[in-house]
C-alpha cells in the first residue's frame, strides 16, 4: 500500500489509489473510484462511486464529490465546495440512473464554499470564487465569480490576474509567463 488511509477513513472496495496519496479522517472514498498519485483528501470527505481524480489533486475539508465527476491533475476543490450530480433531485423520484457528467480540468481551482451544478465543464487554470455557484461552462483560464457565477478576468497558471494590454498580451507577474487573448480564447505563448 502506496499511500495513507487515516484509522477513520473509509475506503470501500474496488477502489485505485496512487502511490502519495493521503486520505484524512472521517474521509469515505465509495467503490470504484480512482484517486491518482499524491492526492490530498481532507478530513469529512466523500468521493461517490466510480469518481476519478488525477495527480496531485488538492480536496480540502468537508467535500462532496458525487457520481459523474472527473477531475484532471492539480485541481485544486477548496474547504466546503459541493458538486452536484442531478439536475432536478426529488427526494421521491430515483434519478441514479440520469447522473450528468461535470469536468474539472487540468490545474483549475474551486474556491471554499463553491457549488459546480451537473453538466458543466471548469476549463484548464481557470478559478472559481469562494461562493461562487457555477450554472455554465468555464473557460480555460477565466475568474468566474458570484451567483450566478459570471466572468470577471482571467489567470495564469500561477493563479494570478492577467491584465491584457490593447495587443491582447499578458504577463504573468510571478512567473513572467506570456499569454495571448484572441477572440476571448487564452493561451500560453
Known amino acids: 500500500m502506496g499511500y495513507f488511509a487515516h484509522e477513520s477513513a473509509f475506503i470501500d472496495e474496488g477502489c485505485t489509489i496512487g502511490d502519495g496519496t493521503k486520505?484524512?479522517?472521517?474521509?469515505?472514498?465509495?467503490?470504484?473510484?480512482?484517486?491518482?498519485?499524491?492526492?490530498?483528501?481532507?478530513?469529512?470527505?466523500?468521493?461517490?462511486?466510480d469518481v476519478v481524480l488525477g495527480k496531485n489533486v488538492k480536496v480540502q475539508n468537508n467535500v462532496?464529490?458525487?457520481?459523474?465527476?472527473?477531475c484532471e491533475d492539480d485541481v485544486f476543490l477548496g474547504p466546503s465546495m459541493v458538486f452536484t450530480n442531478v439536475f432536478n433531485p426529488r427526494s421521491s423520484v430515483n434519478r441514479r440512473?440520469?447522473?450528468m457528467k461535470t469536468r474539472v480540468k487540468k490545474g483549475a481551482s474551486i474556491g471554499a464554499n463553491a457549488t459546480i451544478v451537473c453538466g458543466y465543464d471548469i476549463g484548464e487554470f481557470a478559478f472559481v470564487g469562494a461562493g461562487s455557484v457555477v450554472?455554465?461552462?468555464?473557460?480555460?483560464?477565466?475568474?468566474?465569480?458570484?451567483?450566478?457565477a459570471r466572468q470577471i478576468g482571467w489567470m495564469s497558471e500561477f493563479g494570478h490576474r492577467l491584465n491584457f494590454d490593447e495587443k491582447g498580451i499578458a504577463i504573468c507577474s510571478e512567473s513572467q509567463d506570456?499569454?495571448?487573448?484572441?477572440e476571448n480564447i487564452v493561451r500560453k505563448i
Do not use: R
Open 178 to 182: 506570456k499569454y495571448e487573448l484572441i
Open 23 to 49: 486520505i484524512w479522517h472521517f474521509s469515505h472514498i465509495m467503490s470504484n473510484c480512482i484517486l491518482g498519485e499524491n492526492c490530498n483528501i481532507g478530513q469529512n470527505v466523500v468521493i461517490s462511486p
Open 135 to 148: 450554472t455554465k461552462n468555464v473557460p480555460d483560464f477565466a475568474l468566474v465569480v458570484g451567483n450566478p
Open 97 to 99: 440512473g440520469q447522473y
Open 64 to 70: 462532496s464529490i458525487y457520481t459523474g465527476v472527473t
